[in-house]
């Protein structure tokens, strides 16, 4: 398995409308919603917040991962959304945001490739470079290319 | 340097990955040799081998769930939340570099002894009874005005009251007339508060409005055609109703067009007409009837044994201090003096005093068995019960009644039935001390006597019944 069976082109948003992370949060459930990969996005998204709550994903770096294991969710899916202008998460650096990954996991779900995958992405995001090229990637396919380099 | 360290987090999903990974980058650059086991939702990966263990100079916890430790006992081990690990791993990793890290389970016996209480207690705690953490929710918020309007009105009773026939009066124009009025309005938060923050810590913050208006309706009986209100008992109900109406209409699916404005709108307006209405309907009508029925009951007693009605009046005072069943029994007292028996009042004016100097002088014998804010609460309530103020000890009642009002309840019958007994009179309808203080006691020898009788036997009772529970370290 690899990255790109969880994200496509139609997944990726590079310029979020939302400006706020309740109007981002839906914008990108919406994303894989479309996608096909949900069966109750309701479930799944007040599975989200209720991850939110707990503490905020807004891990610092201006990146924000919101994630959700969910009975509303069938397949694993990442939608990557940016707003380059930052939005405000509660970051724990305090630092708006500019690229987020809403990560969408069923809650019983076979295997566990799908969960090494998403590890792989976790620890890269912590690469500078890494970042920094999805920060700057000027379309969708700069984009995927950089998510690819994930093994 | 030879680090371990383990991370962990809710979903397993990200940040447990992404605290390894710092955790890794930052012993590279300063040169650390750092071995990760990270606990997600794959599972535990890289796991932390005896050798890797024996041979590390300390450990580093970075996780959101309890780990167990024991396999760690003589590092040194630094317990932080996995967001630290990934936000400033660098100063984790520098505390070690500095020997700044305690090491586990090395600690005095004393510490160590703590320690191990703390973790019961953190057990204890996580199994506790939803109920008391919605209870004790609502009166840790509740007990700043508890202590607010408690101590406004005894300052001015003492400082600024005078003895008159229809009680300790302040005359209107004084000043400590608004100090007093100031510590009545205090008061009138009280239940309201209790109400709506048990019913926020049931439902979040769409149960508080509903909690605070049904504890607002409960309060005053005018809602429902009674002359008192519910208390602070009828408070408690109006929280958890208000808390749990509030938590289902949550769950009930809607379309998602009305799904943002469910919180602020929807939630709040249907749970606020459905707790009051409960109340005025349901709830509050029976309240006046019973209030009725007490009342010519008492007054049927008038003939029987003094002392048994001694200690069916302290009962009724202590029982829901300040709500109905308290209400009657001090007006039954109160109409008796213009009828020349100011003995009935006596008894009144013994128990009404003794929860609160009772649960105050709990809280100062046993620190163990109360919360931190409860400690507080139990130094105002000396002074409230001085002056006669029952309320003061409705925080203790409000947090663990199936404990704490018995006690009180067996502390005020037996004030009651000595007070009967030594013939203790009292001329204004006030009670407490502060009566003696105004002069308008008979027989202050046995009047003290009883309180103090009374105030010694709640406490102990109150200490005994609270051995089986732990209080969360405030």
Redesign the interface.
């Known amino acids: 398995m690899s990255i790109t069976q969880l994200i496509d082109h139609q997944l990726i948003e590079l310029d979020l409308a939302g400006d706020s992370k309740d109007a981002i949060l839906q914008e990108l459930v919406e994303l894989i919603a479309e996608n096909g990969a949900l069966n109750d996005?309701?479930q799944f998204l007040s599975d989200l917040q209720k991850?939110e709550q707990?503490?905020s994903?807004g891990?610092?770096f201006e990146i924000a991962?919101p994630?959700?294991?969910s009975t509303g969710v069938d397949e694993t899916k990442i939608a990557v959304g940016r707003n380059l202008s930052g939005v405000e998460w509660a970051s724990?650096?305090g630092e708006p945001v500019q690229l987020v990954f809403l990560?969408a996991?069923p809650a019983e779900a076979s295997g566990?490739e799908h969960?090494?995958i998403?590890?792989q992405l976790?620890?890269?995001?912590?690469?500078d470079d890494f970042r920094n090229a999805l920060k700057q990637a000027e379309t969708k396919d700069n984009m995927l290319n950089t998510l690819s380099q994930i093994d | 340097m030879k680090l371990v360290a383990i991370t962990s987090c809710?979903?397993g999903?990200?940040?447990?990955?992404?605290a390894?990974?710092?955790l890794n980058?930052a012993a590279e650059a300063k040169g650390i040799d750092i071995t990760v086991e990270?606990q997600?939702?794959?599972?535990v990966e890289n796991e932390l081998t005896e050798e890797a263990i024996a041979s590390a100079d300390g450990v580093v916890i970075a996780a959101?769930k309890t780990v167990d430790k024991t396999r760690f006992a003589g590092k040194p081990v630094l317990e932080v939340?996995s967001?630290d690990a990934?936000?400033r791993a660098d100063e984790l990793l520098e505390q070690f570099e500095n020997g700044e890290v305690e090491v586990y389970g090395e600690k005095s016996g004393k510490q160590q002894a703590q320690e191990t209480i703390n973790e019961e207690k953190q057990k204890k705690k996580r199994k506790q009874n939803p109920i008391y953490r919605h209870l004790m929710n609502g009166v840790s918020y509740m007990i700043p005005f508890v202590v607010v309007g408690g101590l406004l009105i005894a300052i001015s009773l003492s400082l600024g009251g005078e003895s008159t026939p229809d009680g300790l009066q302040i005359p209107e124009d004084s000043f400590w007339s608004s100090i007093n009025q100031l510590g009545g309005a205090a008061f009138q938060f009280m239940v309201p508060i209790l109400a709506g923050f048990i019913a926020m810590s049931i439902a979040d913050r769409p149960g508080l409005a509903p909690g605070m208006v049904g504890g607002y309706v409960a309060a005053n009986g005018s809602f429902y055609g009674s002359d008192a209100g519910a208390g602070f008992i009828g408070g408690i109900i109006a929280g958890f109703i208000a808390g749990y109406i509030a938590r289902w209409i949550k769950n009930v699916?809607v379309p998602?067009m009305i799904?943002p404005i469910m919180p602020i709108l929807i939630i709040p307006i249907a749970a606020s007409l459905a707790v009051g209405l409960i109340f005025i309907f349901i709830l509050g009508s029976p309240i006046a009837g019973i209030m009725e029925g007490l009342s010519s009951w008492l007054e049927g007693m008038q003939g029987s044994s003094r002392i048994l009605l001694g200690i069916i009046l302290g009962a009724m005072i202590t029982f829901d201090m300040g709500g109905p069943v308290n209400k009657v029994a001090f007006l039954f007292g109160a109409a008796l003096i213009t009828e020349g028996q100011p003995e009935i009042m006596g008894a009144i004016a013994a128990a009404i005093c003794t929860p609160p100097l009772g649960m105050g002088l709990a809280s100062l014998i046993n620190k163990r068995r109360y919360a931190k804010d409860e400690q507080e609460a139990g130094k105002a309530a000396v002074a409230m019960g001085l002056v006669g103020i029952t309320e003061g000890a409705i925080p203790f009642a409000a947090a663990d009644p199936l404990r704490v009002i018995p006690s009180i309840m067996v502390g005020g019958m037996s004030a009651g039935a000595i007070a009967m007994m030594g013939g203790v009179a009292d001329n204004v309808p006030h009670g407490g001390p502060v009566v003696a203080v105004f002069g308008a006691i008979d027989n202050v020898l046995m009047f003290f006597l009883a309180i103090i009788v009374g105030t010694i036997i709640t406490a102990i009772l109150a200490n005994v019944l609270k051995k089986s529970k732990v209080v969360e370290e405030a």
């Open positions: 996005r309701h991850r707990e503490s994903t891990v610092g991962i994630h959700g294991k724990l650096d990560i996991v566990d969960l090494k998403l590890q976790s620890r890269k995001l912590m690469d | 809710p979903n999903i990200a940040h447990t990955y992404m390894a990974e710092k980058k990270t997600g939702s794959i599972g959101d939340a967001a990934i936000r699916k998602e799904q």
